[in-house]
Each structure stands twice: as C-alpha cells, then as structure tokens.
C-alpha cells in the first residue's frame, strides 16, 4: 500500500538542530517520516501529495516529557502513591491522552505506581489509546528508610547489593526500560532528607551493573552533590534534579555530558511555594523547610551546567495537585526566566536533548530527513513568548505520521 505523503508549507520551521527558523519553510512527510524540510523555495516536486497551508504558523518537533508520572492522580503530594491499581490505570489512560495533545509526543518514566507504565507503554504502540511514545519505568527501587520507603504501590525496597540485582531482575521480567532509583531524599521526610545517601555505594553500582547488563536504562532522583556524584561514579543515565551542586560535580556532570542527561524537575518546588496554602501548609513552613533555598540554588546550578554544555530536559514531577498534568510546558517557562535560556534554547531543552533521552539515535525531537513525523503546529509564536506551548487550544499534534 502507498505510504500517504504531507506537504505542509508557508510554515516557519523550527528544526531543532540550531536555534534558527525557516520563516517560508516546508515540511514533506511521507508515512511516517520526515522525508524532506527545508525552504518552500527549493521544495522538491512531490506526485500525489496531499498539501496543507499552514498559515504561517510555527512548525516544530514534538516534545519530550523526561520526568514523566503518568500514573499519579493530581493528588497531594504526600498521598501519591495511596491508590488502587485500578484508580491509577484509569488516571494513567486520561494522562498519557492529555500529555500527548499537550504537544509532547514522547516520555520518558520516572516512577510508576504498580506496572502501568508498560502497559500505557504497549496500548500507545499498538493504537489502542492516545499517548506518548514511552520509555517505560516500574517502580521506584529505595532501600529501608530511604523517601519511597511507604505503603502503597509506588516502590520496590530491598537492603544489599544482591537483594537490589534481584528487583533489578523483576523489573526487567515486568519489561520495563527505566529503572528508578532514590539515591537521597526530600526537605520534607525527616527520615531521608535531600543531601542523605540512601544506598551504599556497592548497592548503586550493583543495581546500574545489572541493570546495564539487561539493557536498561538507570534513573535517579539525585538532590545532592553528594547524590549526584554516587550515581555518576555508578554510571547512572538520567539524573534528576541535581540541585545542590559543588564544583566537582559540575566538572563530573561536564565530563560526562555526551553520556547523561539532567532533568532539574523544578515544578515541584516552585509550585510548592507558590501554592503551599492551597493545602494547608504555610509559606513560612515551605521557606523553614528550605524550598525557597533550593530553587534558588538550582537557578545557579542550571546556568553552570548550561554553560558547559550538559544536556538539560524539561519534565517538572507533573502530577501532583500542585503541579497537575497537563502543565507539562510550564517547565520551558522555567528554563527561560529562571535559568536565564532563550525560548530557542528552553525549546530545544524540550525537543532535540529530550528526543535523544529517548532515543539515542535520534529520530526524536528534530526536524530531518529520515526522523519519526511528530510534531507540533503552534498558533504563535513561542520564540517571542514561550508559554504559548501550554495553550493547548493553540496547538496540533502529529504523532507518527498522524493528526492526534
């Protein structure tokens, strides 16, 4: 059967591979790839090809969610993992739905309550249901007293470098991608605060070991310099946060940055401080716990880590009532006022670095030949104002070659 073929034109085209855009670009699509882009000018000659005016809208690739929680509920931040299984499978269909059409057309997990992040996984791929393309994790692995450490279906814990190569085992049984892993904590448990290490470092490097062997991907939530530098020395993939750094973990991070990338989930503080009262807590509380420390912190983390060319994602801890799905594009905002980026600079944070979180070859998150056709006609223009990407009215989604 012949594979359809798109022409969308009068477009400006925003690749990803560099901060510039096409101002008359087109787009060829043929299936599902990206067969050609470039100036409308200099477009090939294409026989039965379907043609769409774009107006003049921005063109650019689909996002990447890097710290995504599609089975939380938007529930309080200190109950999300107090739900059925079968609450959090109906919550994980409507999320992965609503993250998609919010123009990010690729994930990756950094937890998930029980295994429905590989089932989402397999629905979005076989088109039962609406989502992200999914690199999938199971739940968050923690040691005794560590912060996962807690009733419910959001964690694995175990004590011991074999104990830890076991759930390792389980996880790659349960077939996830990601595994996720605690290596400190949160201001708010005084059982495992941020900057305490949870893991001895024969249990961390057991755990990436094995899991490296299986071919899978190593998360951590890493607050700490301290944390961070475990899970470097472990050989862990994806660092999350990363805020408290000293110089010798930023030259670490640096040293590693062809190899790793760090997502700083800032949603989660700063939304805790901008909404606190809504829950019951007051802002003297969220200061006193050092919240309003640590965005400032992460804000001079974040720049040192921009300049030396780490790789930065977007992905805030979405999910949580404070800081609900769908809000996912908030993060671009924060990477722009913040971390002092350009909109082109936040918007590639969330295209091509995340695309290639994804998938390392990097058919995700840019504009090219040969690249998978997702993504995002924008009725705007984010390059001046970058929180037009969470008007999801001023967006359309292809995914796959597909309109969602």
């Given amino acids: 059967m012949a594979q359809r073929k798109l022409v969308l034109r009068n477009a400006r085209v925003f690749t990803a591979l560099d901060h510039s855009v096409l101002d008359r670009g087109a787009v060829l699509i043929q299936g599902n790839e990206i067969e050609w882009v470039g100036a409308e000018s200099a477009l090939p000659a294409v026989a039965d090809a379907e043609v769409m005016d774009v107006g003049g809208r921005f063109v650019m690739p689909g996002m990447t969610e890097c710290h995504a929680h599609l089975s939380f509920s938007d529930a309080s931040p200190f109950s999300i993992g107090n739900v059925g299984v079968e609450t959090a499978t109906i919550t994980a269909v409507r999320n992965a739905e609503l993250m998609v059409r919010s123009g990010f057309t690729a994930a990756v997990s950094f937890g998930s309550n029980y295994r429905i992040d590989v089932a989402i996984r397999e629905a979005v791929k ?50 996830v991608d990601v595994v996720k892993i605690f290596v400190d904590g949160e201001n708010v448990n005084p059982v495992a605060p941020a900057g305490e290490l949870t893991f001895h470092d024969d249990e961390i490097a057991a755990i990436v070991d094995e899991a490296h062997r299986r071919g899978l991907k190593v998360a951590t939530h890493s607050r700490s310099a301290a944390a961070v530098k ?21 030259d670490m991070l640096a040293a590693a940055r062809d ?20 829950i019951g807590i007051s802002r003297d ?24 060319g780490v790789r930065l994602v977007v992905g805030g801890d979405y ?34 670095n995340g695309g290639l979180m994804y998938d390392a070859t990097g058919r995700v ?36 070659g597909e309109w969602i």
């Fill in 259 to 278: 190899r790793v990338f760090v997502g700083p989930a800032l949603a989660w503080e700063v939304r805790y401080l901008s909404e606190c009262e809504s």
């Fill in 319 to 352: 999910g949580i009532g404070i800081a609900p799905h769908g809000t996912y594009a908030r993060d671009l905002e924060y990477f722009v006022d913040l971390f002092d980026m350009s909109p082109a600079e936040a918007i590639v944070c969330a295209t091509r």
């Fill in 285 to 308: 509380t969220v200061v006193a716990q050092g919240y309003e420390r640590e965005v400032e912190v992460t804000r001079v983390t974040m720049r040192k880590l921009h300049a030396r």
């Fill in 230 to 250: 475990q899970a470097l020395r472990a050989g862990a993939d994806f660092i999350g946060h990363a805020n408290y750094l000293d110089d010798e973990a930023i």
């Fill in 126 to 175: 076989s088109r039962r249901i609406k989502g992200p393309r999914l690199l999938a994790a199971g739940r968050d692995v923690g040691t005794t007293a560590s912060n996962v450490d807690s009733p419910g279906g959001l964690s694995q814990i175990a004590d011991g470098p074999w104990a830890l190569r076991q759930v390792v085992r389980e996880q790659r049984k349960a077939l």
């Fill in 365 to 400: 998150g840019t504009l090219a030949k040969g690249h998978l056709a997702d993504l995002v006609i924008v009725d705007g223009d984010p390059l001046a104002d970058v929180r037009v990407l969470q008007a999801r009215e001023r967006l359309t989604v292809m995914q796959d």
